[in-house]
């Protein structure tokens, strides 16, 4: 059987070890070398970053996110095995794992990293579709003349690379379609690298649970086990028709996907939608100051982010969660597109000025959406405003100040509110 050894590269038939290097970490597969879709997930990317920059941290249970009220972002793997998990509530997580050391996103740094790991995929392919920092679908084929190598070895060198330049895992998942890449990157983290063939498709999935399905979330698997599905074998019993008259278009996708059957290509730069950043409040809270505080910390974040990907936005929002719970959202459009923090909060302040403050809120958040490339951004200034361009000079002074000396080298008065 075709045999590869993630740590030297060699590729050979038999053996439980590397006949070269000796080492046990082999994948090994019948369909190893004809197979060319693969999904590439970093493995609790932001913790990683956060360990490999402090090695202090490196056995410790690391959370990355906001306070008590907020929610974690991800979780080094020590915090995982207590029970923590991405999207958890943060007073949960605190509550399974005591100990844990709980840090603030750096999206400037996590971005640079990104954009580090983009460029040796490029070297690779030029097919790649990017679905967040951390995670991307690669199309390889064809270039196995180009490398000398099938993709399943230049994968591993991928993953070598990453470790040894970067001091970042990922794991990677190899089949012949982007759905079964991306649940094959999960089946071995970290550090995997998972196969899954043509031959072996419908008996991987028949007994798995339709919850595997991306995209299905909590409210879509209450659907699928209120009509008794609760596995892929359970949508084979459907015809086409049955489902797609009871869940709509997802019915569609759903018979396909029960037959491993995936037909999209990875669609390289495949626009990210929206930057958004959000806080909750660990104490309901109306305080005007203490608002219009975390609206220009939110709009410095979501602007950070964008001048880090190279996008700007034309709209922005301002959402809002009272303390019963109910959500507000607003949004106003812009003449033109921005990435500046000074023209996103006075944005997201005038919408919040014209709202009425019926009850504390316990949630805030700002975004920036209808995005573009940011070399279309901040072309004209504002000539009701003469001191809109001074502020944007003294923008990206700061941010060259904040590269040079860290983040927290210099501050707007009203960010300590």
Known sequence: MPALCRDCLTTFDDGARCPACGRPRITRHPELFDLSIAHMDCDAF?????????????????????GRRGVVSTACYVARIRGVRSAMPMFQALKLCPDAVVIRPRMQV??????QIRAMMEEMTPAIEPLSLD???????????????????????????????????????LSHNKFLAKVASDLDKPRGFSVIGRAETMDFLR??????????????????????????????RWEQRDLIARFGSMGNRLWHLARGQDTRRVSRDSPVKSISNETTFSTDTADPDLLDGHIWRLAEKVADRAKA??????????????????????????????????VIYRTA???????????????LGVGLSDLCGAEAADLSGDLLDPQARARARAERATDDIRRKFGEDAILKGRALR
């Open 46 to 66: 932001y913790a990683s970053v956060e360990k490999r920059d402090n090695p202090d941290l490196a056995d410790k249970p690391v959370i990355i996110g906001g």
């Open 110 to 115: 996590y971005a640079d990293i990104s954009r």
């Open 135 to 173: 995670e991307a679908f690669m199309d390889l084929t064809g270039t196995a003349r180009l490398h000398g190598h099938p993709p399943a070895v230049m994968l591993a060198r991928l993953v070598r690379r990453m470790r040894d330049e970067l001091g970042i895992t990922g794991s990677i998942g």
């Open 207 to 236: 007994d798995r649970p339709v919850r595997l399905i991306w995209g299905v979330g909590q409210a879509a698997q209450a659907q699928l086990e209120h009509a008794g599905i609760r596995t892929f074998r359970d949508l084979l």
């Open 309 to 342: 990907t190279g996008k700007a936005g034309r709209v922005v929002t301002l959402k809002l969660k009272r303390a019963d719970h109910k959500l507000l959202t607003r949004r106003q459009s812009l003449r033109d597109a921005t990435q500046m923090a000074d």
């Open 349 to 363: 302040r005038a919408l919040f000025d014209q709202t009425a403050h019926a009850s504390p809120y316990r949630l």
